[in-house]
Antibody
């Protein structure tokens, strides 16, 4: 059974760093792109970027380029999303998702989400 | 970049049929696949339609997808509505420059 299991909720202060994770199982982790999607409170879904764990090829949506870093450790089948200096506006739910195809960004499996709260 | 526009909300009674539209602002709706995701309150999204009209295993055949080139839009139709179908629904597509776009979402109320 394919599963994407994300790390737990985080509460951070502005300016702090953070790295959240998404562990894949039940499939060949290096053979599928993983994407990250942001959902701000009460709002819709936004693509942040994607990574191919097989070779760490990474692509960012223009709105998120330079704001976050996406990485992966294929030895432990885990993808990451990290911030070096959080802002209150980073408060959101973050989902990882497995892509069937990189060109179409069709998602077939989603993680359960990680809630990040940034507040002083 | 293009946009996908959805109605903010729709409502219908149990047992009825509802259709949610998704209109593409530029570029042909038929040129790139459209996907639909369901997000129940407090839950992660799940995929209900991919490649315009394909259902993942486990999704009931009450859910169907279509595209209409004349209106440059895609539609998600849910027949035999159940209270469990109450959720937000998002369409998603892309273009040749690998821009991936979600629609703004439609809140379906089953009352």
């Amino acid at each position: 059974e394919v599963q994407l299991v994300q790390s737990g909720a985080e509460v951070k202060k502005p300016g702090e760093s953070l790295k959240i994770s998404c562990k894949g199982s039940g499939y060949s982790f290096t053979s599928y792109w993983i994407g990250w999607v942001r959902q701000m409170p009460g709002k819709g879904l936004e693509w942040m970027g994607i990574i191919y764990p097989g070779d760490s090829d990474t692509r960012y949506s223009p709105s998120f380029q330079g704001q976050v870093t996406i990485s992966a450790d294929k030895s432990i089948s885990t993808a990451y999303l990290q911030w070096s200096s959080l802002k209150a506006s980073d408060t959101a739910m973050y989902y990882c998702a497995r892509l069937l195809d990189v060109d179409t960004a069709i998602v077939d499996y989603w993680g359960q989400g990680t809630l990040v709260t940034v507040s002083s | 970049n293009f946009m996908l526009t959805q109605p903010h909300s729709v409502s219908e009674s149990p047992g009825k049929t509802v259709t949610i539209s998704c209109t593409r602002s530029s570029g042909s709706i038929a040129s790139n696949y459209v996907q639909w995701y369901q997000q129940r309150p407090g839950s992660a999204p799940t995929t209900v339609i991919y490649e315009d009209n394909q259902r993942p295993s486990g999704v009931p055949d009450r859910f169907s997808g279509s595209i209409d080139s004349s209106s440059n839009s895609a539609s998600l139709t849910i027949s035999g509505l159940k209270t469990e179908d109450e959720a937000d629904y998002y369409c998603q597509s892309y273009d040749s420059s690998s821009n991936w776009v979600f629609g703004g979402g439609t809140k379906l109320t089953v009352l």
